[in-house]
């Protein structure tokens, strides 16, 4: 076996190593931002679901498109690893939908329907394969940092005149 395919290998290997350990991926979809996206490893590509009412958006991940997938240790926070993706979008009630629904099923929290869940998002959502295409990228050697995205979930304002001395009294106890 050539150095080549060696480094494949071990590219493969950390990729799914990876992806598989970290809690949230960071996905960037033809020109859209780069987003934090929870999913789930199975069958040799990360899956997400999306896209409707009360979940994830999705933005710029097509079906038959590209996908950058950034992967973050998840006890120290760093950069591990970043691999293209092939974007593939799951038909509702065909067998691999059902299998990856199940997956992913499990993994959901705070759901607001529970049981009902695989219903709501073959009616409102994709589900989506990223599968890894090979390629990784060199890790950066600036940190890449940038804005979040804005949001109408913020909730920062100023704080109540009366928290200082509330927080004063459980000092003293």
Known sequence: MTATGNDTLLDRALVEEATKKSGLIWVQGTGAPPRALWHVWY????????????????????????AVVTVRSKDKGGR???????????TAG???WDATVAELKGKRLNAPDGEAMPERW?????VLRLEPTGATAP?????????????????????PAGLPRLLRKRKRR
């Open 43 to 66: 069958e040799g590509a990360a899956c997400v679901v999306g896209g409707g009412p009360g979940e994830q958006p999705l933005p710029g991940l097509v079906d038959g498109g590209e």
């Open 80 to 90: 591990v690893v970043t691999w293209t993706a092939k974007v593939a979008e799951l």
């Open 94 to 96: 065909s067998p691999a």
């Open 122 to 126: 073959s009616r409102e959502c994709r």
């Open 139 to 159: 890790l950066p050697d600036s940190s890449l940092a940038a804005a979040p995205v804005p949001t109408p979930a913020t909730t920062r304002g100023p704080i």
